[in-house]
């Protein structure tokens, strides 16, 4: 699926309040989880331990930390949408995060991307998304993120 480009920021205003793109299906790797462990220090039994997981968890594997699934959505975008040129896009923040679903090791996630606003900031201008991770066979999104991002021209 090719990248949905929008060539100007007028083109793109014209889709506030409204979804802008779904994204292709990535895999979600148990190696991933566990480097994310790794760098973050989360080394609880229900991401690492396949064995307890699958004995004890509700889940019936390890799941991915929220906050991975949270941290794919930069790559998810940046793979699904082409905005108009700027010499720098920066992460501004989050207004609002939920992790409303289990991402079971192995399983495929995608971003759904709405515009939720777009204002101008000294030397650029700031983009309000919704990102809705979903994950392949489940009926709830993982994730449901209000990002915020900046681009300077």
Same mark, same amino acid.
């Given at each position: 699926m090719p990248k949905i480009a929008f060539q100007t920021i007028d083109e793109l205003r014209q889709k506030i309040g409204q979804e802008v793109a779904l994204g292709e299906w990535i895999p979600v790797t148990q190696e991933q989880i566990?480097? %994310?462990? &790794?760098?973050? /220090?989360? %080394? *609880?039994?229900?991401?690492l331990d396949k064995e307890r997981a699958a004995a004890e968890s509700p889940y019936g594997t390890t799941i991915a930390h929220g906050f991975l699934t949270l941290a794919l959505i930069p790559r998810l975008m940046a793979d699904t949408l082409q905005l108009p040129p700027a010499k720098m896009t920066v992460n501004y923040g989050l207004n609002r995060v939920r992790f409303a679903a289990p991402v079971p090791s192995g399983k495929r996630v995608r971003p759904r991307i709405s515009l939720l606003g777009i204002e101008e900031v000294t030397g650029g201008l700031q983009f309000n998304w919704?990102?809705?991770? &979903?994950? &392949? /066979? #489940?009926?709830?999104?993982?994730?449901?993120? &209000?990002?915020? #991002?900046? *681009?300077?021209?």
């Amino acid at each position: 699926m090719p990248k949905i480009a929008f060539q100007t920021i007028d083109e793109l205003r014209q889709k506030i309040g409204q979804e802008v793109a779904l994204g292709e299906w990535i895999p979600v790797t148990q190696e991933q989880i566990n480097l %994310f462990a &790794e760098a973050t /220090g989360d %080394f *609880q039994w229900i991401h690492l331990d396949k064995e307890r997981a699958a004995a004890e968890s509700p889940y019936g594997t390890t799941i991915a930390h929220g906050f991975l699934t949270l941290a794919l959505i930069p790559r998810l975008m940046a793979d699904t949408l082409q905005l108009p040129p700027a010499k720098m896009t920066v992460n501004y923040g989050l207004n609002r995060v939920r992790f409303a679903a289990p991402v079971p090791s192995g399983k495929r996630v995608r971003p759904r991307i709405s515009l939720l606003g777009i204002e101008e900031v000294t030397g650029g201008l700031q983009f309000n998304w919704k990102v809705q991770i &979903e994950v &392949e /066979g #489940s009926e709830k999104p993982a994730c449901i993120a &209000e990002t915020l #991002s900046r *681009q300077y021209v």
